[in-house]
């Protein structure tokens, strides 16, 4: 396959550059706030942090009943331990 050469305008590369920049620090980002496989829990866990039986998790996740995020990993479902603080927080009276 024949090599290629491409000439750009300055002002055609500086503005490539700076899109890679942003997208570089999209990137960092996403990963600063990405779940980590540690901090994911299964059903079980999930349910005993909200003093709930995984069936009742299950219907509150599958009906949309509550808006509880989870990762499918074929037929396991796992809970970010962060979201459901946040809810455990959010929900808590006379704080």
Do not use: F
Request: hydrophobic share 40%; charged share 30%; with cysteine.
């Amino acid at each position: 396959m024949a090599e290629r050469l491409y000439i750009l305008k300055e002002e055609d590369l500086l503005s490539i550059k700076s899109e890679l920049q942003e997208i570089k620090a999209l990137v960092v980002e996403g990963k600063k706030n990405s779940t980590s496989l540690d901090e994911l829990v299964d059903a079980q866990t999930a349910a005993a942090m909200l003093h709930i039986t995984p069936r009742c998790l299950y219907n509150w996740t599958k009906k949309r009943g509550l808006p509880l995020p989870y990762v499918q990993m074929g037929r396991r479902r796992l809970y970010s331990k962060k979201v459901l603080q946040a809810l455990i927080d959010r929900n808590t009276l006379n704080k």
